[in-house]
């Protein structure tokens, strides 16, 4: 029984030393080269059970693609394995801005995807609304009305839908409209007593752009979304009903030949950070190449509703995240 009990302790040790984290302190004006983990959309490491060998990280969080019918998936859009994306994918920033998760569709990881995304916020008819006006203003491939929920509308690349107080947007690769709806119904079945993430989903490297993002914005976040690229980028992300900020990293081939046309362009202001770096004075959009591969952006939503010095002075802040 003593033997019992000394080991009992010594486990209880263990686990409360692996619990330890930065907590409250200030982030450093350098971020750790080692990527922060996960972040509260994800769930908690597991308790320890009989099979020890499994990975904490083979644990996924609850969202609709672990609920909605994989089967169905993929006779749907005929392909030829439907995966759980076991990690975290960042937000879609806009209006509105979707938590999403995702459907790997192909055995290899650059293959075709299928997003899954719930709006942040409440949302209403008039949101929806919003949302297909916006949508249309992008003059992209024209939208049809849906009848899933209380409505919707999509096409063959995306549906999105109302439903139980929250806007769902699906997007993959081309199918039929009529697909997208066999698939967003099973979506509005699963939606059901869905767990709500947490308002404040952050890492301490993003921080450094707390304060001044309050600036750029007119008032303080009331959601943030912070998480990583698959490529291990960090992106920020800032949130109000009428606002969105945000900073994330485009691997792109040629970064030189992507920013040369921002850098002639006559609204665009130098800066003189990363190898160049220049903001729109009329969007107020920033954009800083490192290298020849990297491009960081620096998005104000709406567009054109904030002052260059206050973007100016967000790039300053968040320049040294992503040019170490």
């Not at 996924?60 to 994918?89: E, F, K, W, Y």
């Not at 099973?186 to 301490?204: K, N, S």
């Not at 303080?220 to 690229?229: N, Y």
């Amino acid at each position: 029984m003593r033997t019992r009990l000394v080991v009992a302790l010594l486990g209880s040790t263990a686990l409360l030393a692996g619990c330890g984290g930065p907590g409250g302190e200030t982030a450093p004006s350098v971020p750790p080269l080692v990527s922060v983990s996960t972040t509260p959309t994800e769930s908690p490491t597991p308790t320890p059970t009989d099979t020890p060998s499994t990975p904490p990280s083979s644990k996924v969080a609850d969202t609709l693609c672990v609920r909605m019918n994989q089967t169905l998936v993929q006779s749907t859009l005929g392909v030829p394995v439907v995966r759980i994306h076991p990690t975290q994918v960042p937000a879609e920033f806009g209006f509105p801005t979707y938590d999403q998760c995702q459907l790997d569709l192909s055995r290899t990881p650059s293959g075709p995807v299928l997003r899954v995304g719930t709006s942040v916020f409440f949302a209403t008819p008039a949101d929806l609304a919003a949302a297909r006006k916006a949508y249309d203003a992008t003059k992209g491939e024209p939208a049809k009305p849906v009848t899933v929920g209380q409505g919707g509308f999509g096409n063959s690349r995306f549906i999105v839908f109302l439903a139980d107080g929250k806007l769902r947007k699906m997007s993959g690769p081309p199918a039929t409209l009529a697909k997208y709806v066999v698939l967003a119904q099973d979506a509005a079945q699963q939606a059901e007593g869905l767990p709500e993430p947490a308002p404040f989903i952050t890492r301490p490297e993003c921080e450094r752009g707390t304060t001044v993002a309050a600036k750029v914005m007119g008032a303080e976040a009331t959601v943030r979304r912070d998480s990583e690229t698959a490529a291990g980028d960090i992106v920020c992300g800032w949130i109000t009903k009428t606002r969105v900020l945000y900073s994330t990293v485009r691997r792109v081939a040629d970064a030189q030949a992507v920013i040369a046309p921002i850098s002639k362009a006559t609204t665009s202001f130098p800066i003189p950070l990363g190898d160049e770096g220049y903001v729109d004075t009329a969007t107020g959009r920033s954009v800083i190449r490192v290298g020849t591969d990297k491009l960081i952006d620096l998005v104000p939503l709406p567009a054109g509703t904030t002052d260059k010095d206050n973007m100016v002075t967000f790039a300053l802040a968040m320049s040294g995240l992503y040019t170490r």
